[in-house]
């Protein structure tokens, strides 16, 4: 498992979750200027999906017998219930999420029907980050992502900071984004409340 830990504290802890197919894009490196900018001292674990062992998700829900869990996605799930905010670093692939990152979330899917696990409880109240970079100027081609990440995290009653958004194609193109990398400088200062659904407002 590709992962690296800032030293332990008491305060927030921070999950990033890189699901770019391809190592340093203009997503991780938007998602590494943001991280800069949180408190010293602050954990933070980078786990990056594309270099993590992990088998595609098979639904077993409504099977007799249990699916067998592997060492990756024992750790992944650690991970993610020790974090108190967990950042889903996807490039906008198809105007949603990349497919490391969706196998990642319905890795979610299974984790709520473990016995005892709880999951879904201990999962209420942290928060869900975003980071993407997107060829096009036009953020609002982004919509697809962002709703997926918001409905997610309403569904499992977490806050969601909303996702800091960058433009992009070529490698480190993303430094260039001049709003992108101001942006990026207060991006886990901002308000995160709790997600809703939209029939919930």
Do not use: C
């Not at 105007?95 to 209420?124: C, E, I, N, Q």
Request: proline fraction near 5%.
């Amino acid at each position: 498992m590709t992962t690296d830990l800032a030293s332990d504290t008491d305060r927030r802890s921070f999950l990033f979750v890189l699901g770019s197919s391809r190592p340093d894009g203009n997503t991780e490196t938007l998602a590494r200027a943001a991280a800069e900018q949180l408190p010293a001292g602050t954990p933070q674990r980078w786990v990056d999906l594309a270099k993590l062992p992990l088998p595609d998700f098979q639904d077993g829900r409504h099977e007799s017998g249990s699916w067998p869990v592997g060492e990756a996605e024992e750790e992944l799930r650690r991970a993610t219930l020790e974090a108190t905010d967990i950042v889903i670093a996807s490039p906008l692939y198809w105007y949603s999420l990349s497919a490391h990152t969706k196998r990642y979330l319905d890795y979610w899917s299974g984790w709520l029907g473990v016995p005892g696990m709880d999951f879904k409880k201990r999962m209420a109240g942290r928060t869900l980050w975003g980071v993407t970079v997107l060829a096009h100027e036009e953020e609002e081609v982004a919509d697809g992502l962002v709703t997926s990440l918001n409905h997610s995290a309403a569904y499992m009653g977490m806050h969601f900071g909303g996702v800091l958004l960058g433009n992009g194609s070529r490698p480190g193109q993303v430094r260039n984004d001049e709003r992108a990398m101001v942006r990026a400088k207060t991006f886990f200062e901002r308000e995160t409340p709790l997600a809703r659904f939209p029939y919930e407002a």
